[in-house]
Structure formats: structure tokens, C-alpha cells
């Protein structure tokens, strides 16, 4: 299935925009009910912000923990527009993995941002969020913190193909250190080159300087927001299904 910048594997279910992030007008309008997919305390979550360009289909809506959807999730995209308002483009990754059907409720979040600033200079930013509330996170972490190995199992909710079992539980244990500096990972950082655009114009060689910056792994464990904590306001419109949910997007 595919629409605009979202596909959805029609295998597993799993959720992915693959395109701009770009400072829209958010709105809900016509946003999808909820479904028997959704568990107490989940959101409408958009994978992409509506007021970063995301839609409000299936296809990029889909069931998110409300404190994922509020917190984690809300400071990467209020990082993105922050980024945005200083003249950077962004080109976003975001998937939301599904292990079952289309339609089922994502286990997992991760973003990979590549920025490009007006100077010139790139970074990149890779997040990633378990479908978890904090409480459940930190008790998970402190039951595995206990058993030896256990990072040595199987990823639980098949992130990546390419992430170890030691890369993952790294992750993991990221997430409460991470998440008060989200947003903070979008600012400029340092950056004393010359940007390509100069070195084009005196000597003709153009370089480009890429600054990684992705040291801010938000872990796997909970932190996004509901339907899209990430646009900017609360969206106190009655929710489809008859609930108020405060979508940040």
C-alpha cells in the first residue's frame, strides 16, 4: 500500500514516511477511529507530524502510547521544526514496526533525520522508540539489568536487521538519558568549516562536510507521542471514537 510518502508492508503491517519534513498547517481532519488494535492509554499517533507534512491515514496513523506520543516523540518533532524555522532541510525516515499484520499496533518507532543546514553542514539523527509507557520500560530494564544475557536473545520486535542484540540493549538503556535533550540534538552544532557552497565559489572543489550527530538515541523505550505529539498544539477535537486525544500534531 502506498500513498504519497508512506508505504505499509503488507506483510508485517510495519508503517514508514520516507520523504521532506516540512512546517504545514497541522490539522486532524479525518483522521482514522480507533481500532480494537489500540490498547488503554494508546493515541491516535501520526508517524509524520501533520504539521510536518504527514497525512491522517492509515497510512501514517496508527495506534502510539500516549506517553511516547507526548514526550519522546513531541521533542524530536518540535526539534525538527525548530531546525526547519532556522532555514535546514530535513529529509525523515520514520517507520513504525508492526511484527504481525497491517493494522496491528507497532512495537517500535525509529527516525533517521538527515539535516542539511543553511550553512551547508549535514548531520544525521537517529531516534528510536519502544510502544511502551515509561513505567513498563523501566521495569523491563530493570528485570534484564538482572538476568545475564539477555541481550544475547533475539531482538523482541525485529528492528533492523542490520542492529545486534548489543546494539539494541544499548539502545535500550539510552532512552531516560536521551530524552531530555531531544530536541536539542536538531540545533546547529559546532561547526568552524567553510561551507561547500564557499569553497565552490573561490576555488571551484566543493566539499561536503558531514557532522554526525546521532548520538541521541532516544531508546527503545518509550518515548513518542499520540497522534503525533509533534504538531505543535493540543488538538482537543472529540476523537472519532468518542475520546479526547490531545494529538501535539
Same mark, same amino acid.
Given at each position: 500500500?502506498?500513498?504519497s510518502y508512506n508505504t505499509v508492508d503488507e506483510k508485517t503491517g510495519t508503517v514508514n514516511?520516507?520523504? +521532506?519534513?516540512?512546517?504545514?498547517?497541522?490539522?486532524? =481532519?479525518?483522521?482514522?477511529?480507533?481500532?480494537?488494535?489500540?490498547?488503554?492509554?494508546?493515541?491516535?499517533?501520526?508517524?509524520q507530524a501533520s504539521s510536518l507534512g504527514g497525512n491522517n491515514t492509515t497510512t501514517n496513523?496508527? +495506534?502510539?502510547?500516549?506517553?511516547?506520543?507526548?514526550?519522546?516523540?513531541?521533542?524530536?518533532?518540535?526539534?525538527?521544526?525548530?531546525?526547519?524555522?532556522?532555514?535546514? #532541510?530535513?529529509?525523515?525516515?520514520?517507520?513504525?514496526?508492526?511484527?504481525?499484520?497491517?493494522?496491528?499496533?507497532?512495537?517500535?518507532?525509529?527516525?533517521?533525520?538527515?539535516?542539511?543546514?543553511?550553512?551547508?553542514?549535514?548531520?544525521?539523527?537517529?531516534?528510536?522508540?519502544? =510502544?511502551?509507557?515509561?513505567?513498563? #520500560?523501566?521495569?523491563? =530494564?530493570? #528485570?534484564?539489568?538482572?538476568?545475564?544475557?539477555?541481550?544475547?536473545?533475539?531482538?523482541?520486535?525485529?528492528?533492523?536487521?542490520?542492529?545486534?542484540?548489543?546494539?539494541?540493549?544499548?539502545?535500550?538503556?539510552?532512552?531516560? #538519558?536521551?530524552?531530555? *535533550?531531544?530536541?536539542?540534538?536538531?540545533? +546547529?552544532?559546532?561547526?568552524?568549516?567553510?561551507?561547500?557552497?564557499?569553497?565552490?565559489?573561490?576555488?571551484?572543489?566543493?566539499?561536503?562536510?558531514?557532522?554526525?550527530?546521532? *548520538?541521541?538515541?532516544?531508546?527503545?523505550?518509550?518515548?513518542?507521542?499520540?497522534?503525533?505529539?509533534?504538531?505543535?498544539?493540543?488538538?482537543?477535537?472529540?476523537?472519532?471514537?468518542?475520546?479526547?486525544?490531545?494529538?501535539?500534531?
Amino acid at each position: 500500500m502506498k500513498n504519497s510518502y508512506n508505504t505499509v508492508d503488507e506483510k508485517t503491517g510495519t508503517v514508514n514516511y520516507n520523504g +521532506p519534513s516540512e512546517i504545514t498547517k497541522g490539522n486532524h =481532519n479525518g483522521i482514522p477511529a480507533k481500532t480494537n488494535a489500540y490498547q488503554p492509554g494508546d493515541e491516535r499517533g501520526h508517524v509524520q507530524a501533520s504539521s510536518l507534512g504527514g497525512n491522517n491515514t492509515t497510512t501514517n496513523v496508527v +495506534p502510539q502510547n500516549a506517553e511516547v506520543n507526548h514526550k519522546g516523540y513531541y521533542a524530536l518533532e518540535q526539534g525538527e521544526r525548530n531546525a526547519l524555522k532556522s532555514d535546514a #532541510q530535513i529529509h525523515s525516515d520514520k517507520t513504525a514496526y508492526v511484527s504481525n499484520q497491517p493494522g496491528n499496533r507497532p512495537d517500535a518507532f525509529m527516525v533517521n533525520d538527515e539535516i542539511t543546514y543553511s550553512d551547508g553542514h549535514k548531520e544525521s539523527v537517529h531516534l528510536s522508540f519502544q =510502544n511502551e509507557g515509561y513505567a513498563e #520500560q523501566a521495569a523491563w =530494564n530493570e #528485570q534484564s539489568a538482572a538476568l545475564p544475557g539477555t541481550f544475547d536473545a533475539p531482538n523482541p520486535d525485529g528492528l533492523r536487521g542490520s542492529m545486534t542484540s548489543a546494539e539494541y540493549g544499548s539502545l535500550m538503556n539510552e532512552t531516560d #538519558q536521551a530524552l531530555p *535533550g531531544i530536541s536539542d540534538e536538531y540545533a +546547529p552544532a559546532d561547526f568552524s568549516g567553510v561551507p561547500s557552497s564557499e569553497l565552490d565559489a573561490s576555488s571551484g572543489l566543493g566539499t561536503d562536510t558531514t557532522a554526525n550527530a546521532d *548520538g541521541a538515541s532516544a531508546d527503545m523505550g518509550g518515548i513518542g507521542a499520540d497522534a503525533d505529539a509533534g504538531d505543535a498544539g493540543a488538538d482537543t477535537g472529540a476523537d472519532a471514537d468518542g475520546g479526547a486525544d490531545a494529538d501535539p500534531d
